[in-house]
């Protein structure tokens, strides 16, 4: 093979390589198969067990962001126990929970009428750093 040649390949080598890692905006962050934004909405669905779901798939996607926290926040007051316990879970495994979030979960664990709930909260609380 030529010098020339090999030039040539290793041009259009190194081209294609570059234009496979320019930046890309991302995609909606997908959990368990769905988009982060469609968990959400679901928390809202009429059936418990699809609440109950999307609290769990929404723990699963790591640090959350501010909205999403309130959004979860409602199910702590959801009808179904199974869900409030989901909801305490998930908020629990948060690093920096809000001065009123920690103040719902410390209602919770007080008054709850679910023992496994109230159970939930006082492992969320134990996790969570506060200065009192």
Known sequence: MSRKLIWRAGLLF???IAAGCRDE???????????????????????????REAVRK?????????????AL???LRDADPRVRREAVFTLGKAAD?????????????QRD????????????????PRIE
């Open 58 to 70: 929404i723990g699963n996607a790591g640090e959350l962001a501010a909205s999403t926290r309130a």
């Open 25 to 51: 905006p991302a995609g909606p962050m997908l959990v368990g198969g769905r988009d982060l934004d469609s968990w959400i909405r679901r928390l809202d669905d009429p059936d418990a067990s699809k609440r």
């Open 97 to 109: 929970l809000s001065d009123a979030l920690v103040s719902e979960l410390k209602t919770i664990q």
């Open 14 to 16: 190194g081209v294609l």
């Open 113 to 128: 009428p679910n023992a496994d709930v109230r159970a939930s909260a006082a492992q969320a609380l134990a996790k969570t």
């Open 73 to 75: 926040a409602k199910r």
